[in-house]
C-alpha cells in the first residue's frame, strides 16, 4: 500500500530563514510519481513539482529545491531565504503510473509553514 | 484558459437535502477527480473517471455519485447530505495517469 509521511506537522520560522519539510514515501511500485502541493490561506492548491521515480536529480527553482533520494524514500523540500508569502500548507503526494486504469495520488496529512516578519 | 473550476463556492444544506457539484476544465484533460480536505486528514480521493463516460470509486465513495457524460464536465452528486459530509470539496483534472493534478479553487460545504 502506498503512504506518505510528513512528520512535521508545524514549523514557524522567522524571514529569510532557510526551511526543510520533510517527506518519506513508501510504494511497492518501481514506477511511480512525486508532487508538492501548496495550499495558502486563500485554501486553493497549487501545483509545484512533480518529479518520476526514475529521475533522482535534485531540481531547484528560484528559493524551491528538492531532494528526491530514493535509499531512503524521501522527497524533501527546501525553500531557501523564506518570506511571508511562503506561509501556508505544504502537502506532498504520491501516485501510481498504471497504465489505463486507476490511480490514486495519496497525500501526506500536510505541513503547515509560519514564515514570521 | 480558466484552468479548473467548481460551482458553487461555498453551500449550506439541512441534513437530507441533494445537491450536485459541478467541476469543468477546460485543459482537455482525460482524467477528472473528486477530493474532500478534513482537517488532520489530508485529502481523500473519492471518486474518479479515466475519460468520457466512465467513472470509479476511490477511498471514500460512500455517500457520494458521480456522472461524467462530456469530457470537460465531472459531477458530484450528494443524495441525502449528512452532517459527515461537511468538507471541502475539491475537483482536480490531470492529462493522464501520474501526471500533474491541477486542482479547482474548492467548494465548501455544511451540512447542518
Known amino acids: 500500500a502506498q503512504k506518505v509521511t510528513q512528520a512535521q506537522t508545524e514549523i514557524s520560522v522567522v524571514e529569510k530563514e532557510d526551511v526543510t519539510l520533510d517527506c518519506v514515501y513508501e510504494?511497492?511500485?518501481?514506477?511511480?510519481?512525486l508532487f508538492w502541493y501548496k495550499q495558502p490561506p486563500s485554501g486553493e492548491l497549487v501545483f509545484l513539482i512533480r518529479?518520476?521515480?526514475?529521475?533522482?536529480q535534485n531540481e531547484i527553482s528560484g528559493r524551491y529545491s528538492w531532494n528526491f533520494q530514493k535509499s531512503t524514500s524521501s522527497f524533501n523540500f527546501t525553500i531557501t531565504a523564506s518570506q511571508v508569502v511562503d506561509s501556508a500548507v505544504y502537502f506532498c503526494?504520491?501516485?501510481?503510473?498504471?497504465?489505463?486504469?486507476?490511480?490514486?495520488?495519496?497525500f501526506g496529512k500536510g505541513m503547515k509553514l509560519t514564515v514570521n516578519p | 484558459n480558466a484552468g479548473v473550476t467548481q460551482t458553487p463556492k461555498f453551500r449550506v444544506l439541512k441534513t437530507g437535502q441533494s445537491m450536485t457539484l459541478l467541476c469543468a476544465q477546460d485543459m482537455n484533460h482525460e482524467y477528472m477527480y473528486w477530493y474532500r480536505q478534513d482537517p488532520g486528514m489530508g485529502l481523500r480521493l473519492i471518486h474518479y473517471?479515466?475519460?468520457?463516460?466512465?467513472?470509479a470509486k476511490g477511498e471514500v465513495p460512500d455517500g457520494y455519485n458521480v456522472s461524467r457524460l462530456k469530457k470537460q464536465n465531472f459531477l458530484l452528486g450528494l443524495e441525502s447530505a449528512a452532517p459527515s459530509q461537511t468538507s471541502v470539496y475539491f475537483c482536480?483534472?490531470?492529462?493522464?495517469?501520474?501526471?500533474?493534478?491541477?486542482f479547482g479553487p474548492g467548494t465548501r460545504l455544511t451540512v447542518l
Open positions: 473517471s479515466v475519460g468520457e463516460g466512465t467513472t
Open positions: 518529479r518520476n521515480s526514475f529521475d533522482e
Open positions: 482536480a483534472s490531470s492529462y493522464r495517469a501520474g501526471g500533474s493534478r491541477f
Open positions: 510504494t511497492r511500485d518501481t514506477t511511480y510519481y
Open positions: 503526494a504520491l501516485s501510481e503510473a498504471r497504465r489505463g486504469g486507476s490511480e490514486k495520488l495519496v
